[in-house]
């Protein structure tokens, strides 16, 4: 499956993502925001922590205005698209960011 299910590491994530899908630093940073909101929230991550991640890289993409798609998201992850879009639609509603997008 994938490198990271073992032992998960956000900041590794997070980076190789930005790097492979050529985000900026500015995503990251949000991106890890959100998780952290996320935990203080007491959003679970679900039965695989990337796809809560490949979720907020997905939203703080949104919210920099920076151009990402779920299909790349979820090649680069491992994961189906339907997960980024379910771990979306949790963390944007969950921390308020849910709008129009879904």
Same mark, same amino acid.
């Given at each position: ?8 590491d956000i900041e590794s994530f ?5 790097? %492979?899908?050529?985000?900026? +630093?500015? @995503?990251?940073?949000?991106?890890k925001e959100i998780l952290k909101? +996320? ?13 809560? +991640?490949?979720? +907020?890289?997905?939203?703080?993409a949104i919210l920099t205005k920076?151009? @990402?798609?779920?299909?790349? #998201?979820?090649?680069?992850?491992? @994961? ?8 979306? @639609? %949790?963390?944007?509603?969950? #921390? ?7």
């Amino acid at each position: 499956m994938n490198e990271y299910t073992d032992e998960f590491d956000i900041e590794s994530f997070i980076h190789r993502c930005l790097k %492979e899908l050529e985000l900026n +630093a500015v @995503v990251g940073r949000k991106a890890k925001e959100i998780l952290k909101h +996320a935990a203080e929230a007491g959003i679970p991550p679900g039965q695989n922590p990337i796809g809560q +991640a490949s979720a +907020a890289i997905y939203i703080a993409a949104i919210l920099t205005k920076n151009r @990402v798609t779920q299909s790349s #998201l979820a090649e680069f992850a491992g @994961v189906s698209e339907a997960t980024i879009r379910k771990r979306y @639609v %949790e963390l944007a509603r969950g #921390l308020g960011y849910y709008g129009s997008e879904s």
